[in-house]
């Protein structure tokens, strides 16, 4: 790979590996609670397979990352990510609303981190 390539590799790669973690993790954490009925050792089980391949996921793309991403970057980058997933998996999967104050709490994190980038 050309160097003048590497760098725009390293920015934009470990961003889409953690959207796709994170898709992953959001399955594994809360997936299960479209399922109230099955039994808690079932779907730990179950989340724990989906969270391995998540882990090829993040992993690599922390890896990646961390040539150009300081690690609380690569952490805030993750964070934001996390809650984006979240709301979209929140509204669309489970079919719950999200309010106005838990926007107003994301943004406030997105606020956050935006300070994290600023050096």
Do not use: C, D
Request: proline residues 3%; hydrophobic residues 60%.
């Amino acid at each position: 790979m050309p160097s003048s390539f590497a760098p725009a590799f390293a920015y934009v790669v470990p961003v889409l590996l953690l959207v796709a973690s994170n898709v992953f993790m959001t399955f594994a954490w809360y997936g299960h609670l479209k399922y109230a009925g099955k039994a808690l050792w079932i779907v730990v089980l179950v989340s724990w397979g989906i969270a391995f391949f998540e882990y090829w996921l993040a992993v690599p793309a922390n890896r990646i990352g961390h040539q150009v991403y300081s690690a609380a970057q690569l952490k805030t980058i993750q964070e934001v990510i996390t809650l984006t997933v979240f709301v979209v998996f929140s509204t669309f999967y489970l079919r719950e609303g999200i309010s106005i104050n838990t926007l107003l709490g994301f943004a406030l994190i997105l606020a956050g981190a935006a300070l994290v980038f600023r050096g």
